[in-house]
């Protein structure tokens, strides 16, 4: 008798909106996943940090499984002091006198908060638009929720040659106003970018926001990178550009701003008329999130200002970037220099490896990526993320040039990886 899967059962059949065409396959965050790699191979893949968040947060956390209540539930709209230091922190930045009990929202991570916007916020066949490539998990909490993924190509420069800015990875406003139909409920703006590090500039927000207003489209701003952007460049949130605030939801993250990826605390800002019904969503997704984490993060962020903790961040996270960006020079392939996030791209088109090597069944039959960075993860030791699954199968080709670097480990790390990467010379043609 043939093997029952969830493919072929006619017993249980799993929901449509589990059918389009990646949702059953591993993704690249399990199939990268440290636990498939030789053990000494040095974890460049999914993006989260080799070192503790810093001790004065991590005490705080200590502290909260101390206290009793922060054992328990939270209020499903988060924790009060948590919401308060985010207002703290983020008044200045939005330019709003935010609203705790409206305006904000403690989601179980940045993933979940979009998630429960799309359940809160799209019919059946609405379109949302993102740019592509894009952050893998989009596509599947859209489609999830019965919305319509249409795609706006982010160009990068031409025959590059070494290094280019993330800058140069561009917008064609006419793509952008073509793509939105009648059924156009949401554009997803990701800024800082994963996995290009775009940091997108005031001009082209500005262009977004105004076809945002004259098709009457909800924007979501994925900016849980805020924190890192480097040489000064200006962060500019959407939300604070003229009649933007009435269409936005601003995402953010305890993860990246305190090295603590896996303690899923998030953030969403927005008038009332958003929040609440993602606040609705939300309660049914997870009720609350956990409780004595989002102590901590509240204790994080009463303290950034005085320890100047995003600053220092920031330039650390700089001189990291520059050990791989000094590693990717001395390979001579293109690679994107990020202005934002912690993420390089690295043409791979020109590493050469062998058809018959042993790659896993999980990387046959994906992009040449999938098999370059499978390749250079046991040969070279250093693991990295193909970037074909930041785009939709139909343009797939497109993205499978590329592999992900994260930089956000130690500097010991960096160059211990960097003296493998150099390695990599030896397969370059
Ligand atoms: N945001 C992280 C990255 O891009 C991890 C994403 C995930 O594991 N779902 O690496």
Redesign the pocket.
């Known amino acids: 008798m043939a093997t029952v899967t969830a493919e072929n059962s006619n017993l249980v059949k799993f929901s449509d909106r589990l059918k389009h065409g990646r949702a059953l396959a591993e993704d690249v965050?399990s199939i990268y996943n440290a636990a498939n790699l030789p053990a000494d191979c040095i974890n460049l893949g999914?993006?989260?940090m080799n070192f503790a968040p810093p001790e004065w947060v991590t005490n705080a956390a200590k502290e909260a499984l101390g206290v009793v209540a922060a054992n328990h539930y939270s209020h499903p709209k988060g924790r009060i002091r948590l919401r308060q230091a985010l207002k703290k922190v983020y008044d200045p930045q939005l330019k709003r006198n935010l609203d705790v009990e409206k305006e904000i929202l403690v989601t179980s991570g940045a993933?979940e908060g979009q998630y429960a916007v799309f359940t809160a916020f799209l019919e059946p066949g609405d379109e949302v638009i993102m740019f592509e490539p894009f952050?893998d998990?989009y596509l599947a909490s859209v489609t999830f929720n019965g919305g319509i993924p249409v795609y706006v190509p982010l160009h990068p420069p031409a025959n590059a040659t070494g290094q280019f800015s993330s800058e140069e990875w561009k917008i064609n406003p006419d793509e952008l106003r073509s793509a939105i139909t009648p059924r156009t409920k949401m554009i997803i703006v990701n800024t800082p970018h994963?996995?290009v590090g775009k940091v997108f500039t005031r001009a082209e927000l500005e262009i977004i926001a105004a076809l945002a207003k004259e098709h009457n489209l909800l924007v979501m701003s994925d900016e849980v990178y805020d924190t890192l952007v480097f040489d000064g460049k200006e962060h500019v949130r959407i939300a604070t550009l003229p009649g933007m605030w009435d269409r936005t939801v601003t995402v953010g993250s305890a993860g990246k701003s305190f090295a603590a990826?896996g303690w899923r605390v998030g953030w969403l800002f927005g008038p009332e008329y958003i929040i609440k019904p993602t606040l609705a969503a939300t309660t049914r997704i997870v009720f609350c999130s956990n409780s004595p984490l989002q102590e901590a993060a509240a204790a994080g962020l009463e303290q950034v200002q005085e320890r100047k903790f995003f600053e220092t961040q920031t330039a650390e996270y700089a001189e990291r970037r520059a050990v791989l960006t000094s590693c990717f020079d001395s390979l001579g392939l293109p690679y994107t220099n990020p202005e934002g996030s912690y993420?390089i791209l690295l043409d791979v088109s020109r590493v050469k490896f062998p058809d018959d090597y042993p790659f896993p069944p999980s990387v046959l039959g994906r992009g040449r990526d999938f098999k370059a960075c499978w390749f250079i993860a046991i040969e070279i030791g250093v693991s990295s993320?193909p970037v074909s699954e930041f785009y939709c199968i139909e343009h797939a080709n497109i993205g499978e040039v590329y592999a992900r670097f994260?930089f956000c480990k130690d500097l010991d790390t960096l160059m211990h990886a960097s003296e493998r990467l150099e390695k990599l010379k030896q397969y370059i043609v």
């Open positions: 965050w999914q993006g989260y993933n952050f998990q994963n996995p990826t993420f993320i994260a």
